[in-house]
């Protein structure tokens, strides 16, 4: 499988002289084609760090990533939002969308940005909202749907574009257990039968449990990677929750 | 510390406080010009010579000072107000941390008073560039050489109004600021960001039906006027009450649902809706239209009443202008009504009183209306006659051709310029020797001066002063039409264009603030729309297009409004001479592109800025 992302020695210092922040203090990870990957770590280990340099939303201080075949260190600032819209799709936790727009807008808007031909943008809304169970809802405006339909609107307009890479920045944080769920079921769909990449930070274990592969941050560094492997979600949960337990009490929210 | 962080607070909210400040240096200086006309140009040679206009004229300005300080003062505490809202969270913090709300509103007092005296300053300075531009355009309004009468002054007095009023204002709006934060609570200062904006949802079909409804509205108040004319229109209630809320509605409903049919218009049109952003600017469009409506309907009418004025004041100036000629050509006219009872030689009575006419006079005339006698000319409804030789005098004297035609003649029709000042009379023109035939009844002498025309007027008028003749107070000169042509003038030119600068000044801020308090809102939109990778270029023409749709569609249906409205206007003062129209609209045009573009700039640049800095 090809290599859709490669981040090599990853580092990012905030501040200066004696008052630095190390952020981020050396992370390589690498991300095939069609994986589900989940990043999890107690507040502070750096992972929405390591997203916002990913999405080029930060710079990091040395190291590179390359999505895609494009090292980001290499890029201007119009190349940057050419990259974005072209290679990256986003899921963020307070779904962010647009209030003005309805939901099927808010999915337009995103081929609309890519300059896809008009003629295909109904459809290509229309398909992906099906197969996000949000069809009925793309009149509505955002604060007419529930949590959980926005954020698989949110899901949608990520999608929509066919990101080589989906970063989801603790997406069903600010959701009940059953949207979580639902949400969860349909980023698996997507990463299943579309074949879409993505990335994504939370630091729920059972949110991590319907991932391929978990990726473990402390202080900055990669503390430990799970893989699923063949075993069952309910067995991956345990494994994840015994890595959480034996990283230190900070994450005793999960339960 | 406080007056510290007073001016640091001005400092750095500067982007917040230009739009504030440019608004209070234009009304400063809006308001020093216009009272300080007395020591300018046309009208400090109409005060040098005690002409009874100016007293008139500053008279108006007076009365018209307090409206336009009361429109100000509206303006500036609705400025000072959404300047307020934006900074609740800072006032909250300054509560939270400790300080006293008396303490809080001492910061604001201080606040307004740094801005107040720099723009106080600003806007006088440019007050005393205005009134230089002023002189130089009254000025140049008439033929009379009135050079050295143009420079740089500044009036004390005027000087001292703008301080007095504007002092007030500012008071007024410390006042204001100090009972709103003392009003205000912890709480909502704090959580003020969080409170979502409600979105009503419109159905787009009742948009169409409410702008078919609006334009039908607007087309019955167009056929109203245009039927019954201006005149008719306006004077008559039972028929301008309805008029005009026909129009108001019109506008209103025009503004309320044209985003509304614009969209389900561009829906249908997937090529331009899905094109670049153009679906979100669409959208905030609509969205904003519950709370814009209502204000671009009275920016609508602020911007009619702006172009209006001006245009008239302008039209009403030209049309002044072009009866001025007819009414003087000759420097000097005498007329000695009593013709039947003695004949006057008005050189030799001059000469007799040491006013030598041959050196001080380039050329005169004497000519001779006699009774009109039906009998001898054949003409009746005239009631007087002028021999041809006469007739053609005056007119070569005019470089205009010498009469060519039948003999007698009825002369109503020609409708000459025979004299200085009006001669009252209807006419027929008659051969030379017919007037053998007739008495005389009235003597009419003409002449133009050699020398400067001032001190010749002031030496042939004392003369005659000093003589008892009857034709002394028949006596009209060109100076003195001037003069009296030059203070209608002057009125109805500066009332004109004061009010349709306060007007105008109006609409702009109110629109600008107004979109640059959207503009804050809408910041985290635009950068979600750059985290979806849209392209820097793309948002900033978002901001501006949504910028350039609430100043342009007012000033649309304003300039369609005045087209109709001056229509109706021209026909009305046509009946009394023709108005430039060419002119005046250049002038109201260039008037209009200057201070409402200097606000869209100001404001579109804002908003970018606005759009930008949120990374």
Known sequence: MEEILQVTDLKRVYGKGGAVTRALNGVSLSLKAGEFVGVMGPSGSGKTTLLNCISTLDRPTSGSIVVDGHKLSQLNGKQLAKFRRERLGFIFQDCNLLDTLTAGENIALALSILKAPAGEIPGRVWEIAELLGIGDCLNKYPYQMSGGQQQRCAAARAMVTHPSLVLADEPTGALDSKSARLLLERLEVLNRDLGATILMVTHDAFTASCCGRVVFLRDGQ?????????????????????????????????? | MFSKLAIRNVRRSFRDYGIYFLTLTFGVCLFYTFNAIEGQGAMAYLAQREHPAVSAIMMLVDIFSVFVAVVLACLILYANRFLLRRRKRELGTYLLLGLSQMQVSKLLFLETGVIGLVSLGAGLALGVLASLGLSALTLSMFQIDMAGMLGLTFSVKAAGKTLLSFGLIFLLVMVFSG???????????????????????????????????????????????????????????????????????????????????????????????????????????????????????????????????????????????????????????????????????????????????????????????????????????????????????????????????????????????????????????????????????RQVWSADYLADKEETEAEIMDTIRSLDVP??????????????????????LFLGLYLGFTFLLAAAAVLALQQLSQAADNAGRYALLRKLGAEEKLVARSATQQVALAFLLPLALALLHSVVGMKAANDLIATAGKVDSVASSAVTALVLVVVYGGYFLATALACRRMAKSTQ
């Open chain 1, 222 to 255: 990669i503390f430990l990677e799970l893989e699923r492997g063949g075993s069952d979600r309910r067995s991956f949960f345990q494994n994840i929750i015994r890595v959480v337990t034996e990283m230190g009490g900070e994450m005793a929210d999960v339960f």
């Open chain 2, 179 to 441: 009972i709103r934060v003392s009003r205000s609570r912890l709480i909502d200062l704090i959580y003020s960001q969080r409170k979502n904006e409600v979105l009503k949802v419109r159905s787009l079909t009742w948009s169409a039906v409410q702008l078919v409804a609006g334009v039908l509205c607007l087309a019955a108040a167009y056929a109203t006027l245009l039927t019954f004319g201006m005149a008719i229109a306006v004077a008559v209630l039972p028929i301008c009450i309805p008029m005009l809320a026909l129009g108001t509605a019109g506008t209103l409903l025009i503004f309320r649902s044209l985003s509304g049919f614009v969209m389900k218009f561009v829906q249908g049109r997937p090529n331009l809706y899905y094109r670049e952003l153009n679906l979100f600017t669409l959208r905030q469009w609509l969205s904003k239209v519950h709370t814009t409506y209502l204000a671009q309907t009275v920016v609508c009418i602020l911007l009619l009443l702006a172009i209006g004025i001006t245009a008239s004041s302008v039209g009403l100036n030209n049309t002044i202008a072009s009866n001025s000629g007819y009414q003087a050509p000759f420097d000097i006219t005498a007329q000695n009504l009593s013709g039947d009872e003695e004949l006057v030689d008005f050189e030799r009575v001059l000469n007799e009183a040491g006013f030598d006419t041959k050196e001080k006079l380039a050329w005169s005339c004497t000519a001779v209306f006699y009774y009109n006698d039906p009998q001898v000319t054949g003409l009746e409804n005239a009631s007087a006659a002028l021999r041809v030789s006469d007739y053609d005098a005056l007119r070569l004297r005019q470089g205009k051709p010498a009469y060519s035609g039948p003999l007698p003649c009825k002369a109503d029709n020609l409708n000459e310029e025979l004299t200085t000042g009006s001669l009252g009379l209807s006419y027929v023109l008659i051969p030379d020797e017919m007037a053998q035939q007739l008495s005389p009844s």
């Open chain 2, 471 to 492: 034709f002394a107070s028949w006596i009209t000169t060109r100076l003195n039409i001037y003069q009296d042509l030059m203070g209608s003038k002057i009125l109805a």
